[in-house]
């Protein structure tokens, strides 16, 4: 009996011959796909262009200088007279990073102003961070050697003191100079400051700002599932026959199919910003807000739902089961996830997997939304993304509405 029911599941398994080989195709894609992803492990070599800038001729900024040469940095030296001209040409992306010193050598540590760090809110987080790493290494290794060089204690008369005296004017300046130096590793070495590609000062980006719309945009594009459920049922109860006799045209058909998923769509895209704006602050995160204009969000999100639409109909008429559209369409999802930015941020990605990102949809959809929350892009601004996405929706649409019609015209049944 056992071995019997071991031959019918073997038989059966042998009918589904897609699912069986999904479960070894599946992880090995994605096993490559996130393994590329995530091979970046040299943070500093990102090729952006940093620019230090303080007055002339201090000493401090020059040793800070050199040494920040020894790393693995594209750094120059200006003026800091130029600081308006190089905030402009940051504005436009010509460089990534600002560095502002404005100590020199004889500057007290009690009078220590922060270094001011001038980015774009788009910088690459994972650079920027092994950048503030060296930063901070090379500025404090060179700050306190400053400080201690001409602070050399030195006791009058020391020959004719007592050693009791000697030993408490000692440790009384030795205690004064180290609670300097206590204070001044205690202070925030840097202040960041962002400026949009408008010019303008904005907020330090965080962590929500690509969570959100990374998930909002996943979970747009698996209005798949309901939608490939739906067309399998009318193929199996006929309903296809019917429409077909009734002389229903597939466009109207189509178009009708897809105004209610399309409503869905938007009402995933309002839940998810209520989401993040009232649920996030309660769990000590902070909170998702729609920075700008809101029309460029819903021409964004129309064009995501346009894509999310064409994709889920095609794969839909393609499939001949529900269990056939779950393995394809799921799969294809979960791909363009991957690569376009959504489970493992594009700028983490080394340069070849940052080129194959610009290929999927959803890395399209997540760059407009990026730059509509960190850059405060206009609605022209956001055009290329938006024309990829309404692209690639009418392309898969027409496939889509060729395959139905076909199927219309022959799956009709007397």
Do not use: C
């Amino acid at each position: 009996m056992l071995i019997a029911s071991i031959f019918k599941e073997i038989r059966l398994l042998s009918r589904d011959l897609h699912g069986v080989a999904v479960l070894f195709i599946m992880p090995i894609l994605f096993m490559l796909i996130m393994s590329a992803a995530l091979s970046n492990d040299n943070e500093l070599s990102h090729k952006a262009e940093i620019v230090l800038l303080s007055e002339p001729e201090n000493k401090l900024t020059q040793d800070f200088f050199k040494a920040l040469q020894t790393e693995n940095l594209n750094i120059q030296q200006a003026d800091i007279a130029q600081l308006e001209q190089y905030q402009a040409e940051l504005q436009a992306g010509k460089f990534e990073l600002l560095i502002v010193n404005n100590n020199g050598e004889k500057t007290a540590l009690a009078d220590e102003q922060a270094l001011q760090l001038w980015l774009n809110p788009s910088v690459d987080r994972g650079w920027l961070l092994g950048v503030k790493g060296v930063l901070q290494k090379h500025y404090t290794e060179q700050r306190i050697a400053y400080y201690l060089k001409d602070n050399h204690i030195k006791l009058e008369n020391n020959k004719r003191k007592q050693i009791k005296e000697i030993e408490t004017k000692v440790n009384k300046d030795l205690d004064k100079k180290f609670n300097q130096i206590n204070d001044y590793l205690a202070k925030d070495l840097w202040q960041e400051i962002y400026l949009n590609r408008q010019g303008k000062e904005v907020a330090k980006p965080n962590s929500v700002q690509h969570s959100v719309p990374a998930w909002l945009i996943f979970g747009m594009f698996f209005i798949m599932i309901p939608l490939s459920n739906v067309m399998a049922m009318e193929r199996q109860t006929n309903t296809i026959t019917r429409l077909r006799m009734a002389r229903a045209s597939a466009l109207s058909l189509i178009v009708a199919k897809l105004i209610p998923y399309f409503i869905i769509n938007q009402l995933q895209f309002v839940g998810m910003v209520a989401l993040g704006y009232f649920v996030l602050p309660k769990l000590d995160m902070p909170a998702f807000q729609l920075a700008g204009d809101w029309l460029p969000y819903v021409a964004l999100s129309s064009s995501v739902s346009l894509a999310a639409l064409g994709y889920g109909l095609l794969v839909s008429v393609i499939a001949r089961t529900t269990e056939h559209a779950v393995v394809l369409g799921g799969g294809g999802i979960i791909i363009m996830a991957a690569i376009g930015g959504i489970m493992v941020p594009v700028y983490v990605m080394p340069e070849i997997m940052q080129t194959v990102a610009q290929w999927s949809p959803m890395g399209w959809a997540l760059t407009g939304f990026q730059n509509l929350l960190l850059n405060q892009y206009s609605l022209a601004q956001i055009q290329q993304p938006l024309l990829q996405l309404v692209g690639f929706g009418v392309l898969t649409l027409a496939i889509a509405s060729l395959v139905y019609q076909h199927q219309l015209k022959t799956q009709v049944r007397f």
